[in-house]
């Protein structure tokens, strides 16, 4: 399948889950429902589409301006040598999206990342705690409500350096 | 107190705890390894990451577009060079500019140079923590010469910020084919030296053979990329899969390994050098000596701001050396032709009215680069694998959101399988032969 | 100069003369300075000439603590722990700006300097510091410790 036809198929195989097809800077992207994306990612890891690695997911936060983080899926098909990006939104005020915990086996720490640094909640993750910040450690760093410069020493600092 | 980490509150009472990092001589930088024995067997483990998370992406959204080229030289730092190319790239992909020929020549050039480094700097550290120190003796020997070639070109041996948008920040050195030269040959001697000492070595085959196995089904489930991923078989390499720059005009090959054990990880390493070594080879027959400059009169610069005040001066400016190779002449074969892309000649800064208004809109906050609205994700391909960057611009100076997709972050997710259900001492090698780099892991 | 001092200042030189030359160091590498901490201790620019070359990793074996690149909040604890597990007399060298004073990084993560955290007698500046650097930075340590004076209020008879 040539790349549009491609698109064209996983649009009429995912159904009404797609709200929205794009292409940015040349890149394929595909938006769809929050509570669709599980099933609509197992569906593209499977055959024909077999996008067998999640390259990546990540998140962007749009609360201020638009009430909602953005979750983004960065596929990749090695049969087909085609990258596919999956966007998803979550309300700001309690983000939470199903887990791919069980599809792909990264998929636990990217969501602990995420869920470190944004505090999107994923339902079914194993194991959802803090990755990169430590325990103690308050607020979510990339959230644009999150001031940069505030530090949260875990032990007693000499100031008068 | 109640235990905080899972493997504590997964532990049999029987068994013992032990810590391995985060400072520890193994652990390359800052890993913490749980692990749960009995005797020697590990039962179960824990990687806790996240000790050098320097905040590089909440950074760079509060540093313009120019400003942060300098954070991503630190994110896999013993590849620099190519966490630059990854950056700039995206940030051409989405400005749509494009580079001239000889500026993608150089990028290959330094490019391979890093890549070598890279693998260089991993087999070293592996070997040497497997007991092996003179390999690594060795390889940082060879490392050495291949920095030199940097060094004389860029300024500095290591986080160079070199590569810049819309091209590089200036020529190579007027030497630079005797010392490319000299750092080939002696980086073939060092491999052939240590192909010689770990290859067939029993102890080093024993360490490596059959340890730290992983099937091909799991890496691509754990979206492994780059050389761990082409030890399980799988020829994926974003240079021949999606080629960037000029790869696609050059000839090299892709190593695979077969059994996706510490030894292939080692062994494709060990092979992709060369394949490196051959593609410097080539782009140095590729790029053509640079023109000289123009002849005529030199005046020193004072004198020509000095005469600037009345008139344009015509005379070429002789420049400091730190600027050595960034002349206005060589420029313009250096970096895309767009305006305020990339900053401009220092001759035009110092002397015209029209030079310094464009460094003030190219550096000042608030102005400057400004890509278009939308994100954009390109990927280069690193010494670890695929380093992908995705950045979601909203138009101004500074980006809204830059993620860096680290290649080893993947790979070292996959530590705690690798390890279960062996012995202690083979964390080590195992660990080793992932090449995990904790500015590309932690960010 | 009484003969007291005569000799408590040759003891002084002799011990520092000792302790200067057989430094055995703890390289807490963290970051991007690993790299020339590397090539610092290996063969073209050779930090065993000096006499500093042995690394010990227990921080019981250590005298010097070489802290080598960034150290985050989340590290800080891990290295004042192994300041702490120190035996005297021990030295410290920040090594890089990170270690020195946060570097190019001031935000959440990044503590901002170690002299925040545990006494600093070298900081040795540079992103990263060029092995030559380094080495200067270990000779200034080297003099600081042939001129450190001891504590002999308990031999003198009062």
Same mark, same amino acid.
């Given at each position: 399948m040539g790349p549009e036809n491609l698109i064209d198929a996983i649009r009429s195989s995912l159904g009404e889950a797609v709200l929205d097809v794009a292409d940015s800077f040349g890149d394929a992207v595909l938006v769809i429902r929050a509570d669709a994306v599980r099933p609509a990612l197992a569906a593209l890891r499977e055959?024909?589409?077999?996008?067998?690695?999640?390259l990546d997911l990540t998140c962007v936060d749009f609360a201020a301006a638009e009430g909602r983080f953005e979750l983004v899926y960065h596929l990749y098909s090695l049969s087909r040598n085609v990258r596919l990006r999956i966007k998803a939104s979550v309300p700001a005020g309690d983000p939470a999206a199903a887990t791919l915990v069980g599809l792909w086996k990264n998929a636990e720490w990217l969501e602990r990342e995420v869920y470190d640094m944004f505090g999107v909640r994923f339902e079914g993750h194993p194991d959802l705690r803090r990755l990169l910040t430590y325990e103690g450690f308050e607020g979510h760093p990339l959230r644009k409500s999150y001031p940069w410069r505030l530090e949260q020493p875990r032990i007693p600092l000499k100031d008068d350096v | 107190m109640e235990p905080l980490t899972r493997i504590e509150r997964q532990a049999r009472p029987e068994s013992m705890l032990l810590n391995m990092g985060?400072?520890?001589?193994?652990m390359h930088g800052t890993l913490r390894i749980m692990l749960e024995l009995d005797g020697e067997k590990i039962l179960n483990a824990e990687c806790e990451i996240g000790y050098l998370h320097r905040g590089f992406e909440k950074t760079c959204e509060n540093k313009t577009w120019f400003n942060l080229l300098i954070y991503t030289d630190r994110l896999n730092y013993v590849s620099p060079l190519i966490n630059n190319l990854g950056y700039v790239m995206t940030v051409e992909k989405m400005m749509g500019l494009a580079v001239p020929e000889r500026a993608q020549l150089i990028r290959v050039l330094m490019s391979e140079l890093s890549r070598v480094s890279d693998h260089l700097t991993c087999l070293a550290a592996m070997a040497m923590e497997s007991g092996a120190f003179t390999v690594f003796l060795y390889m940082m020997k060879a490392r050495e010469y291949l920095w030199d070639v940097i060094e004389f070109t860029t300024? @500095?041996?290591?986080?160079?910020?070199?590569?810049?948008?819309?091209?590089?920040?200036a020529d190579l050195h007027p030497e630079w084919r005797g010392s490319l030269a000299t750092a080939i040959k002696e980086t073939r001697k060092v491999l052939k030296d240590v192909s010689g000492l770990l290859d067939q070595n029993s102890i080093f085959l024993g360490r490596t053979r059959g340890v730290g196995v992983i099937s091909r089904e799991d890496a691509l489930s754990y979206g492994w990329t780059g050389p761990c991923l082409r030890s399980t078989g799988i020829p994926y390499d974003v240079r021949k899969a999606h080629p960037y720059l000029v790869y696609d005009r050059l000839l090299f090959e892709v190593p695979v390994g077969e059994a996706g054990d510490n030894y292939d990880r080692y062994s494709v390493r060990m092979r992709e050098m060369e394949q490196s070594l051959r593609l410097l080879e080539q782009v140095a027959a590729l790029i053509p000596d640079? @023109?000289?400059?123009?002849?005529g009169p030199v005046i020193e610069p004072a004198e020509a701001i000095r005469r600037s005040r009345r008139t344009r001066t015509a005379e070429r400016i002789r420049l400091s050396p730190n600027l050595e190779g960034s002349e206005k002449d060589r420029l313009a074969g250096l970096t895309a032709a767009a305006p305020l892309a990339s900053v401009p000649a220092k001759e035009d800064t110092y002397t015209t009215m029209e030079g310094l208004i464009s460094h003030f809109l190219f550096f000042m906050r608030g102005k400057g680069i400004r890509p278009p609205k939308g994100d954009a994700y390109f990927s280069v391909e690193g010494g670890n694998g695929e380093v992908g960057f995705y950045i979601v611009s909203d138009g101004s100076d500074r980006p809204y959101r830059l993620h860096l997709r680290a290649p080893c972050f993947h790979i070292v997710s996959a530590l705690e399988q690798l390890i279960r259900?062996?012995?202690?001492?083979?964390v080590i090698p195992t660990f080793g032969s992932m090449n995990m780099i904790g500015g590309e892991l932690d960010r | 100069m009484s003969g007291f001092d005569l000799l408590t200042t040759r003891l002084e030189s002799a011990l520092g003369w000792g302790r200067k030359f057989s430094l055995f160091h703890y390289p807490f590498i963290t970051a991007c300075c690993g790299m020339e901490y590397m090539s610092t201790a290996?063969?073209?620019?050779?930090?065993?000439?000096?006499?500093?070359g042995l690394t010990r990793f227990s921080p019981r074996q250590a005298d010097l603590l070489l802290v080598v690149g960034t150290i985050t909040h989340k590290l800080a604890p891990v290295l004042k722990t192994v300041y702490d597990q120190m035996l005297e007399p021990k030295w410290v060298i920040a090594f890089g700006a990170c270690s020195v004073s946060g570097g190019i990084y001031q935000n959440y993560a990044v503590v901002q300097g170690i002299d925040r955290i545990i006494p600093v007698d070298v900081y040795i500046p540079g992103c990263p510091p060029r092995p030559e650097m380094v080495l200067d930075g270990l000779l200034k340590l080297q003099d600081k410790i042939q001129h450190q004076k001891q504590d002999w209020r308990w031999a003198r008879k009062t």
């Open positions: 055959a024909p589409f077999d996008y067998a690695l999640l | 985060p400072s520890h001589p193994a300024g @500095a041996r290591m986080t160079t910020s070199y590569i810049r948008i819309g091209g590089v920040r640079a @023109a000289p400059l123009p002849a259900g062996r012995l202690l001492a083979d | 290996c063969a073209h620019f050779d930090i065993d000439r000096f006499g500093a």
